[in-house]
């Protein structure tokens, strides 16, 4: 009963005259009211795509290939574009956009933009109070509603575009690499807003990153993500400290130590990792340190109490 969203078997697939890209590729994942789950991966492995597939905002020539999407007991993959629009997008479901410092209109001020999420979800023109309030939630005066964006620092307009995503109050938020190029102080800043945010509103979200270091900051739960498959699932704790699939083992071991005298970084992949290429077997054959023969099938998904791994070395 405490689950908020879930997702089986989801492939989202890219056809191009050079071929077939499955960016998604399989992947099932739960979500549970109030839970942070991370995303986590190298670029181009799908953790966007995944995002995108959730709201439902899959460009050409990508295409949702099977796959079903469950909120409230119904499948939203199966509901008509206006039916989506006007009961899950932005209400049930909303999403921090990657690049969000690009995405305000320069030529329109804050208050503008802000209203017009309103409006086209029904909402008078009368409706200040709500934009006030998403504004104080992201600790930001309302004096701001006047301003254009090229008036703004790059860590206001990152809390503009996340007061546009809660505007409705949204029971789950997707924020695709929120501190993208913002300063170190600036992402802290960020990160303890959406905790404290996630803590205020009871909300759940799903927070993508290619930064372990981020990630490791706001989720309790982390899925490790590689070629369109989640390739392992578990507390954040036991992933960094007892990484179970040998991706995510290269993974951990590759954050830089600062107190290690270490200089030789090993490259995790020895081949050419084009999405379209590889058809079976496990995806990090090529790079894993414990291939075997049998590696070449599919590999089994795992589960343990608190996620899974997909790997036949726990068969």
Known sequence: ??????????????????????????????????????????????????????????????????????????DITKMSD??????VRWKK???????????LDPVFNIGSQLQEILHQHGYSNDNLDIIKD????????????????????GGMKQRVSIAMSLLLNPDILIADEPTTSLDVMVQSQIINLLKKLKKDRNM????ISHDLGVISEVSETIAIMYRGQIVELGKAYDIYKNAKHPYTEKL????????????????????????SIKESGCKFYESCPYAKEKCLNNPPVIKHKDGFVRCWLYE
């Open 1 to 74: 009963m405490d689950i908020a969203l879930s997702v089986d078997g989801l492939r989202v697939y890219y056809f191009s005259q050079f071929g077939i890209v499955k960016a998604v590729d399989d992947v099932s994942l739960s979500i549970r009211k109030n839970e942070s789950v991370g995303i986590v991966g190298e670029s181009g492995c799908g953790k966007s795509t995944i995002g995108a597939a959730l709201l439902r905002s899959i460009t050409y020539p990508g295409r949702k290939v099977s796959g079903n999407i469950i909120l409230d007991g119904q």
């Open 82 to 87: 206006e039916e989506f629009d006007n009961k």
């Open 93 to 103: 479901i909303s999403m921090i956009f990657q690049a969000a410092l690009n995405s």
């Open 134 to 153: 998403s504004l104080h939630s992201v600790l930001l005066d309302p004096s701001i509603m006047k301003k254009y964006p090229h008036e703004l620092s």
């Open 204 to 207: 759940s979200i799903i927070f």
């Open 252 to 275: 951990v071991t590759s954050i830089p130590n600062i107190n290690s005298q270490e200089t030789n970084f090993e490259y995790l992949h020895k081949k050419s990792e084009d999405l």
